[in-house]
């Protein structure tokens, strides 16, 4: 399989390259070169903490929005059973920047709502590059209230630079679709689990971001803005994007300091994108935890620690 990597891979692009050659030589040649190889390995396996333990609040950014990255649509089958993909928002269209639907976690029925970004050019044009517009809010909303008509959980998966900010947006009420998105998550009567699996970019995000628990992946981001935009305001120069993202602080651990999200999940030693499987296992070992914890809940007492838990947020002094 053919990786993509980002510039500071570079140093384990090539080193991986030079373990697949001596490897593919091995076999050819039929002289044994495992130790050689397994001595590389672990020279790699160092390399690799050693990168990514390393990486600048910038290189985060980059690697939450990885090409290899997964999406939400590569975590279901892997973390879901039965999914059932529903569409549309009954008024003017589907939005394929998010998607949603019924599954079984676990045995336990369960509404998934997740931003879906494209891997080649046709589908990132059909998923408007992650992007929703107001009628994929419109979507989620209608899966929330039907999400809790059910009395069936709700787990959203965020991974979005941004709401869509074209002029058809504004004009179909893209600020009240995600302001009234807001409030009905506030008050859902049903458990309500966010995930930041990529990049979490302003009201794009936040739309499908409030509920009781929220966490974030390793590699994952939450920001007002991307870095690249921020720079573009303040400084009118996208070249200021790695002092912008220091400024910004919109990394896992960063928000975990703060008291912005609740809990970190780890990604595999290479990242999610270069073992989903085993970043599947993990994510879905803390929704489980997360779901059991929540659904011995009541109603009641689940929306007051909802309540209080959004309004602890920030810091302000009178």
């Known amino acids: 399989m053919g990786y993509s990597y980002l510039e500071f891979e570079r140093p384990i692009a090539e080193l991986t390259s030079k373990i697949e050659e001596l490897s593919s030589m091995g076999s050819d040649s039929g002289v044994n070169i495992a130790e050689e190889v397994e001595r590389l390995n672990e020279k790699r396996d160092k390399l690799v903490e050693q990168v990514y333990s390393n990486a600048s609040r910038a290189e985060i950014c980059q690697l939450s929005r990885h090409p290899d990255r997964p999406y939400i649509l590569d975590y279901i089958p892997l973390i879901f059973d039965d999914f059932q993909e529903l569409h549309g928002e009954r008024t003017f269209s589907d939005d394929g920047a998010l998607v949603g639907g019924i599954a079984s976690f676990r045995g336990q029925s369960v509404m998934i709502i997740g931003h879906q970004k494209g891997r080649d ?46 002029i058809d947006a504004e004009e179909h009420g893209q600020s009240e679709a995600i302001a009234r998105n807001l409030q009905e998550l506030a008050g859902l009567k049903v458990p309500v689990i966010c995930t930041v699996i990529g990049e979490g970019g302003s009201g794009g995000a936040l739309a499908i971001g409030v509920g009781d628990r929220l966490y974030m992946q390793q590699f994952s981001t939450y920001s007002v803005i991307s870095p690249e935009g921020c720079a573009a305001i303040l400084w009118r120069d996208r070249s200021h994007a790695e002092e912008a993202a220091e400024a910004l602080k919109p990394t896992a651990i960063d928000l975990q300091g703060l008291g912005l999200i609740d809990a970190i ?15 599947a296992d993990l994510i879905a070992e803390v929704l489980a935890g997360a779901l059991k914890e929540l659904l011995a809940t009541p109603v009641d007492q689940l929306l007051a620690g909802r309540s209080e838990r959004l309004r602890n947020i920030g810091r302000f002094s009178e």
Do not use: S, V
């Open 121 to 166: 050019t046709k589908e990132k044009l059909k998923r408007n590059f992650g992007m929703p517009r107001p009628e994929g809010y419109r979507k989620a909303l209608r899966l929330f209230r039907m999400a809790e008509r059910f009395d069936i959980p709700l787990l959203t998966f965020i991974d979005t630079a941004g709401a869509w900010p074209g």
């Open 265 to 279: 999940i780890p990604e595999p030693k290479d990242g999610a994108h270069r073992n989903i499987a085993e970043a």
